[in-house]
């Protein structure tokens, strides 16, 4: 089945570590996003990425890293510089139009709840 | 700066009610997409459109691009229509992959 995974679902973390959300997509899209959704907040967005080994900062990038060596993958990182971690963060995936400029339904993956001890 | 405004926040109503969540953006729009959060947190998709009316099943989606403004309904509505709705746009300045999401309108059927 078509689809976008993402791992682990609940993920622990001591203050000062980094730690690593996997997502994965096998709907061949070339753009993936990630976000962030605190209670009572609409979603923010982190990072997103285009094309293989491009990506761009959303609103709120500061305190995370990701990579895009393939096109199936982007892996968030959050750092110790991130000051207040825990969230919900979901992973979402599109095609690119044909059209510059042009807008796409996104398919999201189930999400990573991460809290910091 | 554009900005999505949901209203109502929470909605609680009894099953077979006709639903109605409303969105209203600040800037001219590329397109408006509604999505669906369930308790789980697994968002679906389940319209974008950037003129008029769609229909899927008991759920319809309408716009008004003159008066930014969207709304979802719901008819014949059921105990597992409860989920939060999602509504965020796009728009030719901020670039069409970012979309700026509302708040979320938390909508409780009580059978």
């Known amino acids: 089945d078509g689809g976008i995974t993402q791992s682990p679902k609940y993920l622990f973390r001591k203050e000062g570590q980094n730690v690593t959300l996997s997502c994965e997509q096998n709907l061949n899209h070339d753009a993936m996003y990630w976000y962030r959704q605190d209670p009572g907040q609409g979603l923010r967005l982190i990072y997103y990425s285009q094309i293989v080994n491009d990506f761009q900062k959303g609103d709120i990038a500061e305190g995370y890293s990701v990579s895009r060596e393939k096109k199936e993958s982007f892996p968030l990182t959050v750092t110790s510089a991130q000051k207040n971690p825990t969230a919900f963060y979901l992973c979402a995936s599109s095609i690119l139009s044909p059209l510059a400029g042009g807008p796409n339904e996104q398919f999201f993956g189930p999400g990573t709840r991460l809290t910091v001890l | 700066k554009n900005e999505v405004e949901q209203s109502p926040q929470n909605l609680t109503a009894q099953e077979g009610e006709f639903i109605t969540i409303n969105c209203s953006y600040s800037?001219?729009?590329?397109?408006l997409h509604w999505l669906q959060q369930h308790p789980g947190g697994g968002i679906v998709s389940l319209f974008m459109l950037s003129s008029g009316k769609k229909k899927h099943g008991r759920l319809i989606a309408t716009i008004n691009i003159q008066e930014k403004h969207s709304s979802l309904h719901i008819t014949a509505s059921h105990p597992r229509d409860s989920a939060v709705y999602i509504c965020?746009?796009?728009?030719?300045?901020?670039?069409?992959?970012?979309?700026?999401f509302g708040q979320g309108t938390r909508l409780t059927i009580n059978p």
């Open positions: 800037v001219g729009i590329s397109a």
């Open positions: 965020a746009s796009t728009n030719p300045i901020q670039g069409a992959q970012k979309l700026v």
